[in-house]
């Protein structure tokens, strides 16, 4: 699921390096960090998650993070780096202390994340743990849409009338549709996982030749009037939300949807 998180930049290969499996398994990042990154690196390590992921074998990533620091008005972005420790054909079960992983450098990029409700401050950076990997060629829409989905949010915390269109869809969930405009003033923004922003095609009608119907590639300016935006796992019931933004000028529409969706 780590394309989901940040487009990486491939990483010049170092010498190969390999570490114990009781080094990796349940280790402290910030202690980690100088075994698996550059010196000139590792100096800047901050904080960091490391995970097995289920592959067969012995197998691990780490992702570290630097300083997190203001970007622009509302949104902080920090360094990160995303490096593998595994070995394919070690036992997966048992474990075995002293197996060893080859270490990889995976590679390196930048997440970004709303520092709403507040400015984007370095304090308030510091305690931001929302963030997405922006795609190359794409951040400049994904950061907009953030814009977008933080100003609904605001409105929505307000009381005066919604300019836009407020639908939420429950997916079978009892209750997650009572409020849907405080579900929107409430979203977990510290949960935030992806921004995807697209053009979806306009509605056919009785104008509209039959068939495929294909966006052309011209010159004129990409209009990227839509996102969703997902969320991991918060709340009762274990569900997530999922966001879609629409509009031209200006927000028109918010879907909430609320999914059960199993992760890996």
């Known amino acids: 699921m780590m394309e989901l998180l940040f487009a990486m930049a491939l990483a010049v290969q170092r010498p190969e390096r390999t570490l114990q499996l009781a080094e990796v398994k349940q280790a402290d990042p910030m202690v980690l960090a100088p075994k698996m990154l550059p010196p000139e690196t590792s100096e800047q390590i901050t904080g960091g998650w490391v995970r097995r992921y289920w592959a067969p074998g012995q197998m691990y990533q780490a992702l570290f993070w630097e300083k997190s620091l203001p970007e622009r008005d509302g949104i902080c972005a920090r360094r990160v780096h995303l490096v593998s420790a595994g070995n394919p054909t070690a036992p997966g079960n048992p474990d ?4 060893v992983l080859t270490v990889s450098d995976l590679g390196s990029g930048v997440q970004y994340g709303p520092s709403y409700p507040e400015p984007a401050t370095e304090a308030r950076c510091a305690e931001l743990t929302g963030y997405i990997g922006a795609s190359q060629g794409q951040v400049d829409n994904q950061l907009a849409a953030l814009d977008r989905l933080t100003e609904t949010m605001r409105l929505a915390a307000g009381t005066a009338d919604l300019p836009f269109a407020l639908e939420c869809d429950p997916q079978e969930s009892a209750t997650a549709c009572n409020d849907p405009r405080r579900a929107l003033a409430e979203l ?3 949960k935030l996982l992806r921004v995807q922003p ?13 068939g495929p119907r294909l966006f052309v590639q011209t010159d004129a300016p990409k209009n990227w009037n839509a996102a969703e935006v997902e ?8 569900r997530s939300w ?9 927000v028109e529409t918010v879907r909430l949807r609320s999914a059960m969706i199993i992760r890996h």
Do not use: H, M, Y
């Not at 697209?198 to 039959?210: D, E, G, H, K, Y």
């Open 96 to 99: 075995n202390p002293e197996t």
């Open 188 to 190: 977990p923004l510290d």
């Open 198 to 210: 697209s053009r979806p095609l306009p509605p056919r009608n009785a104008s509209t030749p039959p």
């Open 231 to 238: 969320f991991d796992t918060s709340g009762p019931g274990a």
């Open 242 to 250: 999922i966001v879609t933004l629409t509009g031209d000028e200006r």
